[in-house]
């Protein structure tokens, strides 16, 4: 009995130490995830896809649209065949000594591109652009001539239509749409899937 006792003993000893020595199942990956500029306006909405290669722009405006920063402002400035503007205005109040400037992270093959999303400065030497501050090319053309003297950081991926709508909204003599196109800026965060089912956008 005591014989039989220690064989069934070293038994399931050696069970338990062969089932200790499995290793757990991996866990399913978790999927990347590419942060999308979402900018929603009376008008409908726009999807920007942000560079990489431009990453200090990348970054700032990601943290100033998670800060709902831009959603005291409004699209404010709207010219034909050029750029829509939102975000701070135009003034000394919002440019000087800002705590949002950026030095240029220029790349010739991020160019002003119909759909370009870019973001403003003042003429400061060093071309510092101020992250309070974007515009989109609504220029089918493009407008080469601004290239690698204001900074580009994304292009529009959904919602040209929209873009289309925004510019042909009435002006003032300053450019400033004669109905206030308040702005709710956030990020979306897609999957190469959704970005494709959702946006029908290939990553590139």
């Known amino acids: 009995m005591k014989r039989l006792y220690s064989s069934l003993l070293f038994i399931g000893l050696f069970v338990l130490i062969g089932c200790s020595d499995q290793k ?4 399913d990956p978790v999927e990347d995830t590419y ?13 920007f896809w942000l560079y990489d290669e431009t ?55 991020l160019g002003h591109t119909y759909g370009a999303l870019g973001m403003g400065r003042d003429d400061n030497p060093g071309k510092q652009s101020n992250a309070c501050q974007f515009y989109v090319v609504c220029n089918e053309a493009g407008l080469p001539t601004l290239d690698s003297n204001y900074m580009i950081f994304g292009m ?11 510019e042909n909204e009435r002006t ?15 990020i979306k965060r897609y999957t190469e899937k959704a970005l494709l089912d959702s946006l029908g956008f290939q990553l590139p």
Do not use: W
């Open 35 to 47: 942060p999308i500029g979402l900018v929603s306006t009376r008008l409908g909405d726009m999807y």
């Open 172 to 186: 003032n003599s300053k450019d400033k749409p004669i109905t206030d196109i308040p702005l709710n800026v956030s």
């Open 55 to 109: 990453p200090n722009h990348k970054a700032k405006f990601i943290e100033l649209a998670e800060d709902k920063h831009y959603d005291q402002f409004t699209m404010n400035r709207v010219v034909r065949n050029f750029v829509i503007q939102g975000g701070c205005p135009d003034s000394v109040q919002y440019f000087e000594g800002s705590p949002f400037l950026l030095d240029p992270e220029f790349h010739d093959s």
């Open 24 to 27: 757990p199942a991996n866990p």
């Open 156 to 166: 529009i991926i959904k919602g040209s239509d929209v873009l289309e709508d925004i």
